[in-house]
């Protein structure tokens, strides 16, 4: 049951309900209220606590129930009076049997009832949710509460509060309240603070620690509701510039911008479990390299036939796929990882016995296989015996729906391959092979074919610790382009969409042409020239198309340079469709918010690189400061292309076989082993142009440089790169902020009566008064309100008129730009300006006329804003400026010809030449004004 104790707030407060039947077995503290020989009704002997629900409906069977509790008797009387009408409908019986009767009825009738367990913790998320608002002041939804220590000279007790924008702190022995909105929160890091596991939060002024039993869940949720909270300003700043562009290009048509946004973050559900789940599936989708739209449907705990021996696992269950991994990861002897599409499922089966006693090992309750054949290979699970034949079931339906939907088969990509596109004459190249590079092609791709004779061919097969030793001593070009798909989830993303659906994305656009078409077009003879293959027709047009079709399939992104360049390298390797498939996976799971719009993704990472540089090759950064050589000048390009074209051609493609298989970290090793090879070199160079020649000409040792790398990997701090990440992030959401403002303001001043430093005053209060992320888009009614009663003090008539003609668009806000307008009519506007506003704040259903009464209105408004006094026109005194106003009235009968007719704009202007209109204004009736001076 629900009530509202305030319009805003909905807070659902438990007052009675049938909860599932609870054994009661009696109890001295507990009297009877009220009884008939079904059930009863309790209640505590003595109310000196507060108990919850202490009236209490007890079925008199043996053992007895509790069905219903309640607040008050009033609240259970319903259900009371239910209990006597059911009694009543088995007359006849004896009366153990009519409360066995009631029983099977409740029981039957109310199986989703809840239990008293869950009635008591969400009475108690309600109490936890208004305790926070009343102590808080805030009206957010309360997400997530826990039991805490802020550490203050020393440690005190209280509650941690996640809410919607808002982290808070609330101590238990005195008034300590702390407030912080994640938008001002700079940095999060998990510490040990004198011995203590913390996590400390960082703004630009304060510092803050707390103690933390389940610091882990914290740091998640606080990260992700962050960065929800960037991704909003980024969002808005990017909405912002693009406004600021179409203004000073005449296109003023506004743009909402979540419509603009380009960064790869969806908007968030603001609830505990949602969020919890977008965690979960973000992890599993980098994990498995499954698209987006794969998320958890079931996990199972699991064991893993590897070899001889069933191992630890985890199995998930998506929509397309079925997934499991070893709980070990990396180097351990125990990893695995296998993704399984349901359509390349041939048959599966279940088993019938416990299995432990055969395999001579305890498995606990993990006791019932399930055998999974696919064309090459079969798999040997064991799960739960209690859930073995919903599974089953679930796998059949699965794989039947996906069979049935025409799903592309991995296996059958993985037969329509080519062989690569590289020339002999290119592969003898010392500047980008190695002299031994044929010679060790063949010993490699002995290895790979027999690891894959042994463990599957197509998307369905298993990665070990030997699949990524192999990746590390490199990929065969025979074989490179199908791992390449398997790694970087290319099959994933293939075999999740409709058929053909690459080709005939290019067919339902063909000859539009966009701003990405004509950037892609500038740019096509720029990938690769000196590569014959791009010296052809077939391979500028098979480019063409890939990027083409990418940017039709996601016009957020549409085309970005260094695209072409990765591109180009793909098509080397694979089919221009399974290229526009890994394409998708690069830049919409690896690397997402690398080519978007604001780049912040490169941004981020360039700064996360400037820090791993200061660590390790400080003096060097120095010399290229002292030079005036910004490090990204050098180095953006590196991760834009995934050094591709910046490093010899058999090192780039070791890099990339890295990329696909651990990730975009990798880059970062790369980029060190490569300034740490040339060192030397590089501190001897005069200029810029000297050491850009030393980075890109420089002879290396091929195996040495990618070597050098690896090690430059197994020393990087992983695990600390993400709260680099974060913290970064921040910092050039912010900057990005600061310039969309400045941007918006700069256009604002040419069109309005301030100055550039007035309006950032105004800006720097909504920002101080709004809690919301996109607070410099848009601005609740209640800032509008207080705002404009804090400028325009003598405004009698309040706001509500105002805030309809504000948010024309009724979407619950204002724009910033909007409100602007109306604050400089106001208080600077010209003459035709506020007429024009009073006619538009009182034309009420927005048909452009006014009707007598709106007239009024419009009048009333007009004599208050050219007065500026804020008194109320005086009907009765005998200043020259008071009127009477029936006559004034009968000043709208002279613009009409029918008193039930309305006026338009160009009418309205024309009443200020009224003579009585005009004295009661202010304004000369003989004397023509200048509407448009201020």
């Not at 505990?272 to 973000?282: C, G, I, M, P």
């Not at 400028?791 to 909007?818: C, S």
């Not at 009477?884 to 029918?898: A, Y």
């Amino acid at each position: 049951r629900f009530q509202s104790d305030k319009p805003q707030h909905f807070v659902l407060i438990h007052r009675t309900m049938w909860i599932l039947p609870v054994e009661y077995s009696g109890s001295t503290f507990w009297s009877t209220h009220q009884q008939n020989d079904w059930a009863m009704v309790i209640k505590p002997r003595l109310m000196i606590t507060k108990t919850r629900f202490p009236y209490r409906i007890v079925l008199r069977t043996e053992p007895q129930f509790i069905l219903s509790v309640g607040d008050t008797f009033d609240d259970i009387l319903v259900e009371w009076e239910w209990i006597a009408t059911c009694a009543g409908q088995a007359r006849g019986l004896e009366i153990d049997e009519v409360r066995s009767y009631i029983l099977t009825k409740i029981r039957s009738t109310n199986t989703e009832a809840p239990t008293l367990e869950e009635i008591h913790k969400k009475q108690q998320e309600v109490n936890h949710e208004e305790h926070f608002k009343k102590t808080f002041q805030l009206n957010e939804n309360l997400l997530a509460d826990y039991p805490t220590s802020l550490w203050n000279r020393i440690p005190q007790t209280g509650t941690l509060y996640l809410s919607e924008n808002h982290l808070c702190f609330s101590g238990s022995l005195r008034s300590l309240h702390v407030a912080i909105p994640y938008k001002d929160i700079k940095s999060m890091h998990k510490e040990t603070h004198r011995t203590l596991h913390t996590l400390k939060i960082e703004t630009e002024q304060q510092q803050w620690w707390f103690i933390l039993t389940k610091r882990d869940e914290v740091y998640r949720m606080v990260e992700q509701l962050w960065q929800t909270t960037m991704h909003k300003i980024l969002a808005s700043a990017e909405a912002t510039m693009i406004e600021v562009e179409n203004s000073r290009y005449g296109d003023s048509s506004p743009r909402s911008p979540e419509e603009n946004s380009s960064t790869s973050t969806s908007t968030t559900n603001f609830k505990l479990k949602t969020l919890q789940e977008v965690s979960k599936n973000k992890a599993f989708q980098f994990r498995f390299r499954l698209p987006s739209e794969e998320c958890i449907l079931r996990k199972e705990p699991s064991k893993f036939l590897k070899g001889k021996h069933f191992r630890k696992a985890f199995t998930y269950f998506s929509a397309h796929f079925m997934c499991t991994s070893s709980l070990a990861w990396g180097d351990s002897s125990k990893f695995f990882l296998l993704v399984i599409p349901y359509n390349e499922i041939v048959d599966i089966t279940k088993g019938t016995e416990d299995v432990a006693a055969d395999l001579n090992e305890s498995n606990g309750d993990l006791n019932r296989e399930i055998h999974i054949y696919t064309a090459s290979r079969q798999f040997t699970f064991l799960f739960d015996s209690k859930s073995i034949d919903s599974l089953y079931q679930f796998l059949q339906k699965n794989r039947q729906d996906m069979i049935a939907s025409s799903k592309p088969s991995s296996a059958f990509l993985w037969s329509n391959s080519i062989p690569a596109r590289i020339s002999d004459k290119f592969l003898h190249d010392a500047r980008e092979f190695s002299p031994l590079y044929s010679e060790t092609e063949e010993l490699l791709s002995e290895k790979w074919l027999h690891y894959f004779l042994k463990h599957g061919t197509s998307l369905g097969f298993l990665q070990t610790r030997k699949f990524r030793q192999l990746i590390k001593s490199g990929i065969p070009n025979n074989l490179r382009g199908k791992v390449w798909m398997l790694c970087s989830g290319g099959y994933a993303y293939m075999v999740t969409m409709t058929k053909e659906y690459y080709y005939n994305i290019l067919e339902k656009n063909k000859g539009q042409i966009s701003i990405a078409t004509e950037e892609i077009d500038k740019d096509i003879h720029r990938s690769f020239p000196d590569h014959e293959y791009f010296q052809t027709e077939e391979g500028i047009q098979a480019l063409k198309r890939v990027l083409y079709a990418y940017s039709w399939h996601n016009p957020h992104v549409g085309y970005c340079q260094s695209m072409n360049i990765v591109c180009a390298m793909l098509l080397l390797f694979l089919p221009e469709e399974q290229v526009f498939f890994i394409f998708c996976a690069i830049i919409e799971q690896l690397i997402p918010d690398y080519y978007v719009k604001a780049m912040i993704g490169s941004i981020v990472d360039q700064r996360i690189f400037g820090d791993f540089m200061a660590e390790r090759m400080p003096s060097l950064l120095k010399f290229l400061d002292t030079h005036g050589i910004p490090l990204p000048i050098l180095t953006l390009p590196w991760f834009l292309c995934i050094f591709i074209g910046q490093l010899p051609f058999e090192v780039s493609l070791r890099v990339l076989d890295m990329f696909f298989f651990e990730g975009p970290d990798i880059l970062f090793p790369m980029g060190l082993a490569l300034f740490r090879t040339n060192e030397i070199s590089l501190k001897k160079a005069d200029d810029g142009a000297d050491i850009s020649r030393i980075l890109k000409e420089h002879a290396y040792d091929h195996e040495q440089l990618f070597q050098s790398a690896l090690a430059e990997y197994e020393r990087i701090p992983f695990q600390k790169i993400d709260e680099k990440r974060n913290e970064h992030r921040f910092t050039v959401v912010k900057e990005m902020e600061k310039k969309s403002r400045t941007s918006l303001l700069r256009e604002l001043q040419k069109d309005t009566h301030f100055q550039l430093e007035e309006l950032e005053r105004v800006s720097s209060f909504v920002s101080a008064m709004s809690t919301s992320p996109d607070h410099f888009d848009e601005i609740s009614y209640a800032i509008f309100e207080n705002l404009f009663s804090e400028y325009v003090t003598w405004w009698p008539y309040g706001t509500a008129e105002l805030v309809k003609y504000a948010d024309d668009k009724m979407n619950g806000h204002i724009e910033f730009r909007q409100f602007i307008q109306i604050l400089s009519t106001f208080l600077r506007g010209t003459l035709l300006e506020r007429v024009s506003l009073c006619f538009h704040i009182y034309d009420g259903d927005r048909d452009n006329f006014i009707s007598r009464a709106e007239f009024d209105s419009a009048i009333h408004a007009l004599h208050c804003i050219l007065s500026n006094t804020g008194r109320k026109v005086d009907q009765t005194s005998d200043n020259p400026r008071v009127f009477d106003w029936d006559s004034i009235k009968d000043c709208f009968s002279q613009l009409v010809e029918n008193p039930d007719q309305k006026i338009n704009l160009k009418q309205f202007e024309n009443s200020l030449k009224i003579p009585l209109i005009a004295l009661v204004l202010g304004l000369d009736p003989d004397k023509d004004y200048d509407l448009n001076s201020t």
